[in-house]
């Protein structure tokens, strides 16, 4: 089963903000895509349609696509819903409002945050560029 797709805000203790976007499945984690300005319902789409599925595809060409994301206004916004509705290969899982301790992504970005921090022991990165 493929449970992709769900947006990341990722802080780090250095006050150094990037907005990502990724996915996981139980193969593994997938691809990550910069989220550039402000998210919105129409970026969200976008991405859906032009990362997600693409990518998804590369592992999984003849599946379909069960989508969890949580219950944000942009995921939830019209432009995204109806892109959804007509996909029929992406189907997108019924999941209870915060519930942030069912979501498997978090212990992927908690993963994330510890290698960083390996990384960049003394010397944080500067901008989002070095990060």
């Known amino acids: 089963m493929l449970q992709p797709a769900v947006y990341v805000y990722l802080q780090t203790q250095w006050s150094l903000s990037v907005h990502r976007w990724g996915w996981v ?3 593994g984690a997938g691809i990550l895509h ?8 129409l970026q969200d ?9 693409p990518s998804v595809r590369l592992l999984y060409p003849d599946y379909i696509i069960h989508l969890q994301q ?3 206004s942009i995921h939830d ?3 995204v ?10 189907e997108l899982l019924d999941w209870p409002p915060r519930a942030p301790d069912m979501n498997h992504i978090e212990n992927m970005w908690s993963e994330v945050k510890r290698a960083m921090q390996e990384t960049w022991p003394v010397l944080p990165p500067r901008n989002s560029d070095e990060l």
Do not use: C, P, T
């Not at 819903?81 to 992406?90: G, H, K, N």
């Open 34 to 41: 910069l989220i550039e300005g402000h998210l919105d319902g």
């Open 25 to 27: 499945s139980h193969e």
């Open 81 to 90: 819903q109806e892109w959804l509705w007509q996909q029929a290969d992406v």
């Open 70 to 72: 949580d219950h944000s």
């Open 45 to 53: 789409q976008y991405i859906l349609q032009n990362v997600m599925v």
């Open 77 to 79: 916004s019209r432009v």
